[in-house]
C-alpha cells in the first residue's frame, strides 16, 4: 500500500484523537512520526486485501457517511472538537456490531503501539522519559560474531537433499539436528532473516519489525491479535524461556485421540532429551518485582505458587538484561534453537537458508518431490528432495499445505490460541515491569475449572510500552495518558486460557492465510475467572487501582471505590466478544494436528500428512489439543520423535 496525501491526513487525525499529547512534554501522535511507523509495520503485511481494506476506510474516514457510522451525524471527522471525536471513536468501540468493534480495535492498537514505540524526531521518544523508560540500549560492544552462516539467495537457485525443512524455529530446527545427525542431506529454508546477539537491544520498534511476523496480524473477526516469531530460530528467540513439559494428563488425551506414543517413554524420551539440549533449569529464575507480586499475592490467597524453569545458561543475568529478552537475547544466554539444534544442524552438514518464503510444495502422483520459495526481491528458489518437513508454525503450515494441493478437511481445523488477557494493578512503589527475569513464577490455582483439564494459568511477563498497549482499553486520551505516566508502577497478571473451542485457518485468493477465531461461551467462563481471578491477586498484593482490557472500562479501587465483586460483574455484562476485551494469542496451536484416522485429524500417528506420506508436520500445529502450557519444549519434542521416525523410514 503507498498511503496518499489523504491517507495520511486521515491516519494522523485518528492518531491525534486517541494519543493528542499533552501540549506540554509529550507532543501529539503525528508530531512523533507515529503515522509513518503505522505504514511501515502495515507495509510488511502481505495480505493485500488487508491494505485495500484499509485503504478504503482513510479514504471515507473524513466524509459525512463516516459521520454516521461514528454517530456524529452528518458532520465530517475534521470539523469536530478533540472531546467531540473521542466521543466518536468511544462510540465504535463501544457498538453493538462486532465488525465495527473491531475497526475500533484495530485503529486503537495500531495508534496506541506506533505511538509508543516510535522514537520521534530525537531518538528518544518523550514518553520514554515521562515513566523512566530507558528505550533502545544497542548491541553489546562485547558481542561475538554470528555462529552460524546461513545462504542468502539472490539469482535463481535450484538445491537437491535428502529432506527440505520449511520454517526453523522450535520445530524446524529440532528436526534439523534429527535428521542431519542420521546422516541425511538437510535443507533448511527460513522466511526470515538471522540475527544474532549483536543485532538485539534495537528496541520494541526495530524488534517488531524485524523478529516478528508480518500478518496477519488478527482473527478476521478482531477476537484476538496474533503474535509469532519470524526469523532464523523463529519463536524461541524472541519467547520468554519459559520451558514447561507438557503435563501428563494432556498426554494421555493426546494418546486417546489416536497417538498413543504420547503416554509411552518414546515421548517422555524426547522430552528429556530436548530439556537437557536447552539447558532447562530453575537456577536463573528468582523473584522479579513483577512475580514478587505474583507470587506475594497468590500466597496470601492461599494459592499454589511454582518456579518457572527456563531454557537459559549461567550467561543470564534474570535481571535488567533479561527484560528486554522479547527482542532478542544480547547476552546470547537464551538457549533458542538457533544456539542449540540448528548450531547442532549446521555443525553435521545442514545447509540453512534465509529470506525465503515457500509458496508451494509441488506434488506429483502422491509424493511430494520439491518445494518452491520466493525471497522478498522474487528471486525463485527449489529446493528437491526425498521427504519435506513442515515447521512453518500453526498459521503458515496449514497455508502452506493448503496452497499445495492437500485436500484432508481437517487441515486448518482445531486451532487452538491460548488466549491471554491481562488484569493491571497499579501500585505505590515502583516496578519498572519492562524488567526483571521474563518469567519465574506460575500459579495453576485455576488450570482445572471443570474437572477435565480445562482452565487458566498465572503469569507475568516483561510489558514493555509498546507491548503493553495490546492489553489495555481505551476510554478517552486523558485516561490513557494518566495509565502511560502509572506505567512504571503498574503491574499486569496475564491470563492463559486452555481452550477447548477451536477456530481455524484457511486461505485466501492469494493463498495468504485467514484465522477465524471465536471464544467460546465455555472458554469465555474460563478466562473470565481467571481475569477476577487476577484481579483477587493484584488486591492482595496491594494494588491501589485494578483494571482490565475492557474497552467498557472496567476498573476498581480496594478500599476507596467499588470492590472485586462489582469488578467481577462489570467484566461479567463487558463481554468477550470480539473488540470487548483486549486478547492476545501467543502460543498458536492446532491447526494440522495429528491422530488416528484422517477423519480426525490432519496427520498421521507419524505426523505424515493423510494425502502425501512424506510430507511430514512437527512444529505447534501438530497438537490434538491445546497443552494448557507454554508449548516451546512440546513443539520442539514432536518434532524431535517425527523426525525420528522420519529418519528411520528414510534410511
Known amino acids: ?114 505511538y509508543n514505540v516510535t522514537p520521534g524526531p530525537s531518538g528518544a521518544n518523550p514518553l520514554w522519559k515521562e515513566i523512566g523508560y530507558p528505550g533502545p540500549t544497542g548491541p553489546l560492544a562485547t558481542a561475538p560474531k554470528p555462529a552460524l552462516q546461513p545462504l542468502r539467495f539472490t539469482e535463481s537457485t535450484t538445491l537437491t537433499c535428502d529432506v527440505v525443512i520449511v520454517g526453523s524455529g522450535a520445530g524446524g530446527g529440532t528436526a534439523a539436528t534429527v535428521l542431519a545427525a542420521a546422516g541425511l542431506d538437510v535443507v533448511v529454508l527460513e522466511r526470515g532473516n538471522y540475527y544474532d546477539d549483536q543485532d538485539f537491544g534495537t528496541g520494541e520498534l526495530a524488534g517488531l519489525t ?60 524426547a522430552l528429556r532429551v530436548v530439556s537437557q539440549r536447552l539447558g532447562v533449569n530453575d537456577r536463573h529464575s528468582p523473584l522479579s518485582p513483577r512475580d514478587e507480586i505474583l507470587d506475594r499475592g497468590a500466597r496470601a490467597l492461599g494459592w499454589d505458587v511454582d518456579t518457572l524453569p527456563r531454557n537459559v545458561s549461567d550467561a543470564c543475568d534474570a535481571g535488567i538484561e533479561c527484560g528486554r529478552c522479547g527482542y532478542g537475547c544480547r547476552l546470547g544466554a537464551k538457549q533458542s534453537v538457533t544456539k542449540t539444534w540448528l548450531a547442532d544442524a549446521a555443525a553435521k552438514g545442514a545447509r540453512l537458508v534465509v529470506d525465503a518464503n515457500v509458496r508451494r510444495i509441488e506434488v506429483k502422483n502422491g509424493r511430494a518431490e520439491a518445494v518452491s520459495a520466493l525471497t522478498s526481491d522474487g528471486t525463485e528458489i527449489t529446493v528437491r528432495a526425498k521427504a519435506v518437513v513442515v515447521a512453518a508454525g500453526a498459521i503458515q503450515t496449514p497455508a502452506l499445505l493448503r496452497r499445495s494441493g492437500l485436500r484432508n478437511k481437517n487441515i486448518g481445523r482445531y486451532l487452538r490460541l491460548h488466549p491471554a488477557a491481562a488484569v493491571f494493578g497499579v501500585f505505590d512503589e515502583e516496578i519498572r515491569p519492562w524488567e526483571g527475569a521474563l518469567q519465574s513464577r506460575i500459579s495453576r490455582h485455576h488450570a482445572n475449572l471443570d474437572g477435565k483439564g480445562y482452565g487458566v494459568i498465572y503469569e507475568t511477563g516483561p510489558t514493555h510500552p509498546g507491548l503493553a498497549t495490546g492489553f489495555m482499553s481505551w476510554r478517552g486520551a486523558d485516561a490513557h495518558r494518566a495509565a502511560m505516566l502509572d506505567f512504571a508502577r503498574s503491574n499486569a497478571i496475564g491470563i492463559i486460557t486452555r481452550d477447548r473451542d477451536p477456530g481455524t485457518v484457511s486461505i485466501d485468493g492469494s493463498g495468504e492465510p485467514i484465522v477465524k477465531y471465536r471464544l467460546s461461551d465455555y472458554d469465555a467462563a474460563h478466562l473470565h475467572t481467571g481475569i477476577v481471578g487476577a484481579a483477587r491477586i493484584l488486591e492482595a498484593a496491594g494494588a491501589r487501582r485494578i483494571f482490565s482490557g475492557h474497552q467498557a472500562g472496567v476498573s476498581y479501587e480496594p478500599g476507596v471505590r467499588g470492590s472485586v465483586a462489582e469488578f467481577d460483574a462489570a467484566a461479567k455484562a463487558a463481554g468477550y466478544g470480539p473488540g470487548q476485551c483486549a486478547m492476545g494469542a501467543l502460543h498458536i496451536m492446532g491447526s494440522a494436528r495429528m491422530g488416528g484416522s484422517a477423519e480426525l485429524s490432519a496427520t498421521n500417528p507419524d505426523g505424515a500428512t493423510w494425502d502425501v506420506a512424506n510430507i511430514v508436520v512437527a512444529d505447534g500445529s501438530s497438537f490434538p489439543t491445546a497443552p494448557g502450557v507454554n508449548p516451546m519444549v512440546s513443539i520442539e519434542a514432536i518434532a524431535y520423535m517425527n523426525a525420528t521416525r522420519l529418519a528411520a523410514q528414510l534410511s
Open 210 to 269: 524485524s523478529l516478528y511476523a508480518p500478518g496477519p496480524a488478527g482473527s478476521a473477526e478482531g477476537q484476538i491479535t496474533l503474535v509469532s516469531g519470524t526469523c532464523l530460530g523463529g519463536g524461541t528467540v524472541v519467547n520468554w524461556s519459559t520451558s514447561l513439559p507438557t503435563p501428563d494428563a494432556v498426554r494421555q488425551e493426546w494418546a486417546e485421540l489416536g497417538t498413543p506414543q504420547f503416554a509411552t517413554d518414546e515421548y517422555g524420551d
Open 1 to 114: 500500500m503507498e498511503p496518499t496525501a489523504g491517507h495520511c491526513a486521515a491516519l494522523g487525525m485518528i492518531c491525534d484523537t486517541f494519543v493528542p499529547g499533552d501540549g506540554l512534554t509529550l507532543p501529539a501522535a503525528s508530531e512523533l512520526g507515529a503515522v509513518d511507523t503505522i505504514f511501515q509495520i502495515l507495509g510488511r503485511n502481505p495480505r493485500e486485501a488487508d491494505k485495500k481494506q484499509l485503504a478504503m476506510l482513510l479514504g471515507l474516514w473524513d466524509s459525512r457517511l463516516t459521520g454516521l457510522l461514528t454517530g456524529s451525524g452528518l458532520r465530517r471527522f475534521s470539523t469536530l472538537t478533540q472531546q467531540q471525536r473521542e466521543a466518536a471513536l468511544v462510540r465504535l468501540g463501544d457498538s453493538r456490531l462486532a465488525p465495527v468493534r473491531a475497526i475500533f480495535q484495530a485503529l486503537k492498537g495500531a495508534a496506541l503501539l506506533a
